[in-house]
């Protein structure tokens, strides 16, 4: 039993009621009340149900909001717990989790991870970075999200939604699935990027912004990335034919791609990013809005336990 229980709220992915991450959520909750901390358990059918709960428990400032799940429950977390007191504990059971790879927290082994946060329970939070992302809906409305992770705008983008539109295969594979399956659509738009007042204008497959190393399932886009420097990484690629795209796409894994003619990095704390075609935006694997979007690096203002 800890010598000091803590009051924390367990938030469990709605969707892990079936398959073989069913019994992570319970178990988390099972262990950290073994360990003699106050746990509330939120398990609700969808994640707008699980979005209202967490937002009334995270208002009672527990000692820390734990979510069980991938990086869309990691965002969800962030948009809860970025600009508070309260701590963001991860455990994965997701496709991806890549903000838990970028921790160091242990993606594939659950007992692992569970242990890593009661440890992390007895001492204090690390703080890192969070971005803010801004944009205008259709009808004039402005909209504003917060993500930790990574943020794509490009070919990455239309991948992460074929993905998310796949049941099968678990785990990090769908993704190169669907890349895969998304090379026969393959085509640059042309970009404006400005970085904190520098404007780039070029074609491109892709332009991705990461705050951490990794987006869908271990691809190193930005492998020099910091998580609480203060700056995002930018990744543009320059068209190419599909099948140097083939060629080249191995290396992203082990993130030997950063020194490719076709592949420039930047880095900027402020970033916008326009198009000549809608684009959907997605963040830590969550679709946002289609381009332009304004970025903004807020240091410091997220906690997590890792």
Not at 163 to 178: E, F
Request: hydrophobic share 45%; net charge neutral; aromatic share 4%.
């Amino acid at each position: 039993m800890t010598t000091k229980p803590r009051r924390v709220v367990v938030a469990i992915n709605p969707s892990a009621s079936f398959g073989a991450s069913r019994d992570v959520g319970p178990a988390v909750v099972q262990t950290l009340r073994a360990m003699g901390h106050e746990v509330t358990s939120l398990t609700e059918p969808d994640f707008e149900s699980l979005l209202e709960s967490a937002h009334a428990a995270v208002r009672a400032r527990p000692d820390a909001l734990v979510v069980v799940g991938g990086d869309g429950m990691v965002h969800l977390g962030v948009n809860l717990v970025a600009g508070t007191r309260v701590p963001l504990g991860i455990v994965p059971s997701g496709t991806g989790n890549d903000m838990a790879r970028g921790l160091g927290i242990p993606h594939d082994d659950t007992e692992a991870a569970i242990r890593m946060l009661g440890d992390a329970l007895e001492r204090p939070a690390r703080v890192i970075d969070a971005v803010r992302i801004e944009w205008t809906d259709a009808d004039g409305s402005r909209g504003e999200r917060r993500f930790a992770c990574a943020l794509s705008a490009g070919f990455d983008a239309a991948v992460n939604e074929r993905a998310n539109l796949m049941r099968r295969p678990k785990g990090a594979s769908r993704y190169v699935i669907a890349l895969l399956a998304e090379l026969a659509r393959l085509r640059p738009a042309h970009y404006r990027v400005a970085l904190d007042g520098e404007v780039l204008e070029q074609d491109a497959l892709m332009v991705s912004a990461g705050n951490n190393v990794s987006l869908g399932g271990g691809m190193k886009i930005t492998p020099d990335a910091v998580l609480d420097d203060g700056l995002l990484d930018v990744m543009i690629v320059a068209p190419m034919s599909r099948a140097k795209f083939l060629r080249l796409f191995p290396k992203v894994f082990q993130g030997a791609h950063t020194t490719l003619p076709v592949v420039s990095m930047r880095r900027a704390r402020r970033i916008r990013i326009e198009a000549d075609r809608p684009i959907a935006v997605y963040a830590d694997g969550e679709r946002i809005a289609p381009l332009p979007v304004d970025l903004e690096v807020e240091p410091g203002v997220l906690r997590v336990l890792a």
